[in-house]
């Protein structure tokens, strides 16, 4: 764990108390399991490493720790944990009362930032599809006072928490943990201009997390659009165009697909690398001019494979610069 090549992947720990959704979140997204098969869940009860190699780039481990982690267990080395940590996700049950889980999150951010400054520290204030607008407003406000009243208490004001309104039910957990994974891929802002050819487009990997869109804001709208694009491309790949020998992919090379929607415009979806797509959201009379869609196509490919064999032959030199 703590050779160089792990420590260069940078890592995602997922945390907080005991059935506030952690291995929900986890199997949701990852797992592509359905929000209501969640409630037969097993409650986790030991440290849980998952391996996803969400793309040739970010590769992340999540780790999800049962509620009750004992700090002054001198078995449990967090010092190692924390120091090759890039994010820890705090997740927060908001349809439960949040007093000893806030109590839980100052304990572990205060530790993790003495061991490691650099962590991104990421608070997932979670189920809020239980909740009314009004009401999720208001837990959010409640728990950011509380969270930063404590940090100013402890004079850590330099620990910086980001917060997330998240639920399994909808596409607010695939955005609060793109955003996550943005944060950790250098290379975002490189990214961001290739995109900027296209009209409208979001690059996303297979688990739906977006990894960069074009500099126009996303909406949710566009978001889910794009997902279920990717849901049912591979959903019906996996049904029915897998062959019985173990070689083939569900989504390869050749996958490829357009959807014309009644709004004049059109859903554009082609693979990029093995984990990753382009989404793009095109006008119809953009998409007449298909040459010159497939000709900025086959540029950003490229680009994006020259961007990512750069990286990852430095990563593995153990070099410390970045292309730009
Ligand atoms: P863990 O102990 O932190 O891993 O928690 P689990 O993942 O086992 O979740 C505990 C319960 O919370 C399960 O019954 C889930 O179905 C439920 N749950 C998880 N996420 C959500 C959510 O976003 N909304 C709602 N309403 N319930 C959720």
Known sequence: ENSPSADSKPRILLMGLRRS??????????????????????STNKIY??????????NFHIWDFPGQV?????????????????ALIFVIDAQD?????????????????????EINFEVFIHKVDGLSDDHKIETQRDIHQRANDDLADASLEKLHL???????YDHSIFEAFSKVVQKLIPQLPTLENLLNIFISCIFVNI?????????????MQSYELCCDMIDVVIDVSCIYGL??????????????AIIKLNNTTVLY?????????????LREESFERKGLIDYNFHCFRKAIHEVFEVSSSTQRTGAAVHSS
Do not use: W
């Not at 979140?25 to 097993?42: A, C, D, R, Y």
């Not at 839980?104 to 490691?116: D, E, G, I, K, P």
């Open 21 to 42: 959704g952690k291995s929900s979140i986890q199997k949701v997204v990852f797992h592509k399991m359905s929000p209501n098969e969640t409630l037969f869940l097993e």
């Open 243 to 256: 062959k019985d020998d173990s070689n083939s992919n569900a989504y390869d090379k050749e996958s490829l």
């Open 162 to 168: 980001s917060f997330y309104l998240t639920s399994i």
């Open 70 to 86: 004992d700090f002054f267990d001198p078995t449990f080395d967090y010092e190692m944990i924390f120091r090759g940590t890039g």
């Open 97 to 117: 009362d949040y007093v000893e889980a806030l109590g839980r999150l100052h304990l572990t951010v205060s530790r993790a930032f003495r061991v490691n400054p």
């Open 207 to 219: 688990f739906k997390i977006y990894i960069a869109t074009d500099s126009s804001p996303v909406d």
């Open 49 to 58: 490493k998952d391996d996803i190699s969400g793309s040739s780039f970010v």
């Open 269 to 281: 979806l082609k693979e990029v690398t093995k984990f990753l797509a382009l989404v793009c959201i």
